[in-house]
Nanobody, 118 residues
Framework: QVQLVESGGGLAQAGGSLRLSCAASGRTFSSDSMGWFRQAPGKEREFVARISSNGVTTYADSVKERFTISRDKSKNTVYLQMNSLKSEDTGVYYC????????????WGQGTQVTVSS
């Protein structure tokens, strides 16, 4: 059974930092894109960042220059370093793996809560 397990969420002050991790098990994602989505209260889920199998990264405009996605293929893990956090970054962050189409991924984690206080 494939699992994506997020960790590292929590409470941070505006201007602060958090680092999310997502450990995958059940299959290797070394040949697949992995990424992050988020959902703020009362809003639709939105794309945050992705990293391809060869390390090419893509970011939502709202997080460019503040967030950095990376991966460690040896650990089957993807990370999201979030700096200069804003209150609008508050939401549940979901790890995803194996991109099957624009905005579509075969595997999703359960999510981790990030709350940024202003």
């Amino acid at each position: 059974q494939v699992q994506l397990v997020e960790s590292g969420g929590g409470l941070a002050q505006a201007g602060g930092s958090l680092r999310l991790s997502c450990a995958a098990s059940g299959r290797t994602f070394s040949s697949d894109s992995m990424g992050w989505f988020r959902q703020a209260p009362g809003k639709e889920r939105e794309f945050v960042a992705r990293i391809s199998s060869n390390g090419v990264t893509t970011y939502a405009d709202s997080v460019k220059e503040r967030f950095t996605i990376s991966r460690d293929k040896s650990k089957n893990t993807v990370y999201l370093q979030m700096n200069s956090l804003k209150s609008e970054d508050t939401g549940v962050y979901y790890c995803v793996g194996q991109r099957v189409g624009p905005g579509r991924y075969a595997h999703w984690g359960q999510g981790t809560q990030v709350t940024v206080s202003s």
